[in-house]
Structures are given as structure tokens and as C-alpha cells.
């Protein structure tokens, strides 16, 4: 199939770039040649029909593919100007920087404070317990969470509701002051409440941190977004504006899939 | 185009285009009635065309709710939302030429009493088939999604606006020379005013048609016409 033009909008400051980026399982490829940059100032959305390399595609912007024994993947991709894949990347200090939150919320079995202040703890980014409780203070005001938990910070952090431990995770991956967050639908197993405090917690984090979201809710994307990235079989089909792509998309793929009429 | 893969979703949007497409075929008979009405001094036609103008204000009522549903419940995108948008704008348009084609109906009673024929009445019905069916393309245009057809409309409205600078001063002639004309002649330049305000709204229609297709709006156009130059 012949690899349809794509819109790479510019941006004021791009934080990632990707650049013919291929990933294979073994002898099947489930990304073919994708190049997209990441800039610091919007939110960017992935979406796509379920198996169409969204989330393995997210997955390597801070090699979380590297788990998987069979994976292997091509091509370019840098965070700053720098090769991420690069021999002598770190990749410790790598998903530091390029933080992630999973689909669902997946808080340590250890207290709310504890969730918070063991990455800065191992990251060495606090020196004694008060550097840490102003951290975990920080990080958890900026989770949106601080009112909610600050009498019970020492509180199991999984005895909390769906959408506040999400909010933990946020929080955690806030911690250790990474450049750029990846969420992988964040709100999929959330409610609608939940789901609105999630996605006003995006819009204040945005400008902050560069954040790409991987989400099946379209509306969602078109909520939260500033640029939409629509993948198909692997492919990015359509890169832009979130407002053209819900109004006026280019490629007959992005509009049927938008439409309701994908399949 | 592929269908939803909800069901009820294509249907609801086959039902709003049947209905588009109903207002439009009332709306260019009642211009076209109207300007027959006219023409024959025919005073039941033109009491006719005011009284279908409600069922023309009745689909209006219906499309609008008909798109507030849709919205609410299927959360049209792309050219789904733009043509539940075009809908919900045309047919506050297509009402608006109801509207004239049922003043002009109005007006026939009041004609017809003089019992005299005038010149200018003569090319009125031309003016009022060229508006009509201006009327007609341009919904036609929607039901095919048909970019160039609407352009093709928006074209043609310079056409409606000579024909209007065109009455305008022969009815203006006529009244200096005849002051006992003034009357008719009012009621006249009146019909004139309201075919080409026609042309303007389905010029308008016309425009919501193209991006509704296209996502794109017209290029803008010089408007002309509706002040007609000094006699």
C-alpha cells in the first residue's frame, strides 16, 4: 500500500521526532515507516481501530518494546535531538524523562505517599524527607489530587477509587519531573466523572510536559487534543490540527473512521 | 458512501435529506406558482401558495429537531457534522424563500384589480424561473453533495441581479411617465426585490452546500445587485 502524504504541522518547540520508525514482532510488522513529531506545546492524540500500532508505536517513545523478547524496531527516533535507541541511552533515565501511564491505573500496594516519592527516592532527585514531602506535595497538586488525599497520604494507595489512583499514576510519573508524559488510554476503565477530571488534568499539565495520549474514545481525542494522529494497519494514515481532522479530515480512511463507518 | 456501522445513524440522515429535499420541491412550487399566479392574475393560485407556505415552515420545525437528536445522540464528524450543520442552516434559508414566494403571492390580489397589463410583468416570470430554479440546483446540489453544481448556482445569481436592475428601471420609467401606475408599479418592485432576494438565499444555500461537500467555503465573490444603479 502505498504510504499516503502526511500533515506535520509545525510546532513552536518539537520535544520528539520520529523518523521511519518500523516495528516488528518476530516476522510480522506492525508499523511501517511511521515519521511524526512531538511538539511541547499540544496534546497529541493517537488514534485508531484496535491492532492498528497505536500503542506499540507509543510504546517506542520510551522503548517500553524492549520487554518484549521478539520485538524489534528500525529507524529513528530522538527526544531533544537525541537517539533515543542510541548504544549509550540510558534507558533508566530514558522512562524518566518519558514518563507513561498505563490503560489501568496500576498504583504500588505500598501508601499514597510511598507511590509518589519512590521514583524521586531512587532518581536521587531528593535529598532527606523534607525535599520528598514537598515533592510528593508538588506532584500530587499537580495530579489534581492533593485536597483529596493529604490527610491520608499514608493510606494504601490502592484502596483509592479508579479514577484517584489514575490520578496517583499521573502522579508518580510527575515525580520525577519528566519532559515528556505517554498515556495509553488513560481513562478506559475510569467513569465519566473520573474521566472529566482526567482530561482537565491533561489541560493544566499541557505546555508543561509535551503529552501524546493513545485513546479509543474519539471524542476524547477531539476533548483533549491539539494535533490527531490517526494509524491504520499500522500506518499513520493522517497527521493535523484535531479541529481539521474532526471537520474536515484529508484521507478517506481518517473520515470513515471518524464517521462511524470504519469496517 | 459506506454506510454507519450503526444503523439508525444512516437512516436518520437519509430521513433529514428526504426532508431537505421535500422543503426544497414546496419552496420552487411555490415560487413558480407564485409568478403564475401573477402572470394569470389568478387569485386562488396565489391563496394557495400562502397557504402551503406553512407546511414549508412545518418541515423547518422538524429538521431542527431532527438535528438537535442527531447531534446529541450520534455525535456527527467530518462531513457527517458538516452536513447535519449545511441541513440545519439551509432550511432557515429555504424558509426565508418560502417566505418571499408567499409575498409575492400576496401581492397578486392587489395587481390583478388594476386589470391592466405592464410591460415590466413580462419579465418577471423569466426572473422568477431563473431564481427558481437557482432554488432547485442548489438543493440538488445537496442531495448529491455536488460541489460544482453549487458553484455553478452561486454563478448564476448575477444573472437574478440584472434581470432586478433591469425591472427596477423600467418600473421607475413607468412611474415618471404614468403617475397612475405607482401603485402597481410598487407592488411590482417589490415582487422584483423579493425574486432577488430568492437569488441571494439560494446563493447562500449554495455556499452551506459547497462546504458541506468539500469542507472548504467558496471563494468570495463581488457582490452585486442589490442597489441598482441611478436611473
Known sequence: MMHEPQTLVPATETKMTARDVKVFYGEKQAIKGVSIDVDMDNVTAFIGPSGCGKSTFLRTLNRMNDTVASARVEGTITLDGEDIYAPSMDVVQLRARVGMVFQKPNPFPKSIYENIAYGPRIHGLAHGKADLDVIVEKSLRRAGLWDEVKDRLHDSGTALSGGQQQRLCIGRAIAVEPEVILMDEPCSALDPIATAKIEELIHELRGRYAIVIVTHNMQQAARVSQRTAFFHLGELVEYGVTSDIFTNPRQERTKDYITGRYG | ?231
Do not use: W
Request: charged share 25%; net charge negative; aromatic share 4%.
Open chain 2, 1 to 231: 458512501m459506506a454506510e454507519h456501522t450503526i444503523k439508525a445513524f444512516d437512516e436518520e440522515i437519509d430521513k433529514l435529506r428526504g426532508l431537505i429535499a421535500e422543503m426544497g420541491g414546496r419552496a420552487e412550487a411555490a415560487i413558480e406558482n407564485a409568478m403564475l399566479a401573477l402572470q394569470r392574475q389568478d387569485k386562488s393560485l396565489a391563496a394557495e401558495v400562502v397557504a402551503d407556505d406553512k407546511r414549508i415552515d412545518a418541515i423547518e420545525a422538524e429538521v431542527e429537531k431532527l438535528v438537535v437528536q442527531i447531534i446529541a445522540l450520534r455525535a456527527p464528524m467530518a462531513n457527517d457534522l458538516r452536513d447535519v450543520i449545511a441541513a440545519l442552516k439551509i432550511v432557515s434559508v429555504v424558509e426565508r424563500i418560502g417566505d418571499y414566494a408567499k409575498n409575492i403571492a400576496k401581492r397578486v390580489p392587489s395587481i390583478a384589480a388594476n386589470q391592466r397589463t405592464l410591460e415590466p410583468v413580462s419579465l418577471l416570470p423569466s426572473m422568477g424561473q431563473v431564481a427558481g430554479e437557482m432554488v432547485h440546483d442548489a438543493l440538488n446540489a445537496f442531495a448529491a453533495r455536488d460541489a460544482d453544481l453549487a458553484l455553478a448556482v452561486i454563478e448564476r445569481d448575477t444573472v437574478v441581479d440584472d434581470f432586478y436592475n433591469s425591472v427596477f428601471r423600467t418600473l421607475v420609467t413607468y412611474m415618471v411617465e404614468n403617475p397612475k401606475t405607482i401603485s402597481e408599479c410598487a407592488h411590482l418592485l417589490f415582487i422584483a426585490k423579493n425574486i432577488e432576494r430568492i437569488g441571494d438565499h439560494a446563493t447562500n444555500v449554495a455556499e452551506m452546500v459547497h462546504y458541506a461537500a468539500t469542507g472548504v467555503t467558496p471563494p468570495e465573490r463581488e457582490r452585486g445587485g442589490s442597489a441598482p444603479q441611478e436611473v
